[in-house]
């Protein structure tokens, strides 16, 4: 495929979600995307609040739109960060700008948001899901979960280390010895392991709980102690490597044996999520009652619903004289690097759709499969399809 003549235009617009600075394509990846004969449109300032300006996109080869229109009128594929499902109320304006057999990569939240789905099949568009990416060894390098995860579990502990009234490292000082932080980490999947490692690296002292026992020798590789309960996890892991839904009585169980644990840290961040699901409450107000006065619990849980009881997704409230903060989008605060990742990821994606110089739906293919969630006016995913009690014909 030569560079002078690309035959499939791929789209980036600038994110509406408030408060979202991350960007899908980055310089970089226009220049290796050219090479392989796809030609990029980006609409005007993508980038910027990312800190990637238009004359860099130029340089790499990309072209800036006149107009947010003009991006979906020309490209044949629009990659993007929050899809209509990840942004409800200001993704419905780029629905009439659609249009059939066009692609859409993006994240969709398609498991809690099947309804827009529907609305996305109805524009005939190709609708591809980063977050239902499959976790299979082939897939790693598309997986923006965890790319993501490791930003939201960096920033968890720098958010943690400013607000906590006390300092991480243990000190010797003339006026006497500091001693350090004791934090907690719930959850251990990608975001708990880069909240350990990043709770380490400021000095802490860390202990790590998951329900997935496998998880034990990751923890304690990273120098945390694994807190071990008295617990019949059974089958606690999907087939993807997911923590596994449990049901009410063992979460119940979890809470009173979680109690003294938490009562004796200084920072509780939690992580635990089920995809698809409301975020199970770990942390409930009588164990906070439990917690001394002026520790902390970042709830990393909180766009779904929350692991702590008392958590208000998006505030900072304090309760039995502890702060309780529910930070959302938390990769957006650190977009430059945030949107490196995903830009890779989705790099990585496109690569693997798009042989000779057209996108192909390989449906034997389980990561091709496994992330089309809409075609030929359908909603095809055989998940979302359930959750809506049928595929959708187009309007």
Do not use: W
Request: with cysteine; proline share 5%; aromatic share 4%.
């Amino acid at each position: 495929m030569s560079e002078a003549s690309p035959s499939l235009t791929v789209g980036a617009v600038r994110e509406s979600f408030p408060g979202e600075r991350r960007v899908a394509l980055v310089p970089d990846t226009v220049s290796a995307l050219a090479k392989k004969g796809m030609r990029c449109l980006l609409e005007r300032g993508a980038g910027e609040r990312a800190g990637f300006l238009d004359e860099t996109y130029r340089a790499k080869g990309a072209e800036i739109a006149a107009s947010r229109g003009d991006v979906f009128a020309k490209a044949d594929i629009i990659v993007g960060v929050r899809g209509l499902g990840a942004n409800l109320q200001e993704g419905e304006a780029d629905l009439p700008l659609m249009r059939k057999g066009q692609a859409i990569i993006a994240l969709l939240e398609p498991l809690s948001e099947a309804r827009s789905c529907r609305a996305l099949a109805q524009t005939g568009v190709r609708a591809f899901s980063m977050e239902m990416m499959p976790r299979i060894t082939r897939a790693q390098s598309m997986d923006v979960l965890s790319s993501m995860a490791t930003v939201a579990g960096y920033k968890a502990v720098l958010v943690a280390a400013n607000m906590l009234p006390r300092m991480f490292p243990l000190l010797m000082t003339a006026a006497g010895t500091v001693a350090p932080a004791r934090v907690l980490i719930i959850g251990v999947g990608v975001a708990g392991l880069q909240a350990i490692a990043t709770a380490r690296r400021l000095g802490a002292v860390v202990s790590a709980y998951d329900i997935r026992p496998a998880v034990k020798e990751q923890v304690e590789s990273l120098g945390a102690k694994f807190v071990e309960l008295p617990l019949e996890t059974g089958d606690s892991e999907t087939k993807g490597g997911y923590a596994r839904a449990m049901d009410e009585e063992f979460y119940r169980r979890q809470r009173e044996l979680m109690a003294s644990v938490a009562a004796e840290s200084d920072v509780v961040i939690t992580t635990a999520a089920v995809p698809g699901k409301k975020a199970p409450i770990l942390v409930t107000s009588d164990v906070v009652k439990k917690m001394a006065p002026g520790s902390l619990i970042v709830d990393l849980a909180a766009e779904r619903g929350g692991n702590c009881e008392l958590t208000k997704p998006g505030e900072t409230v304090v309760a039995h004289g502890v702060t309780i903060t529910g930070p959302l989008n938390l990769p957006a605060t650190i977009p430059y690097h945030a949107s490196q990742m995903y830009a890779k990821n989705i790099q990585t994606f496109l690569l693997h759709l798009v042989k000779e110089g057209t996108l192909q739906l390989n449906l034997e293919d389980e990561i091709t499969a496994g992330t089309l969630i809409t075609n030929d006016g359908q909603v095809v995913h055989p998940q979302v399809k359930a959750l809506l009690g049928g595929a959708p014909k187009a309007a």
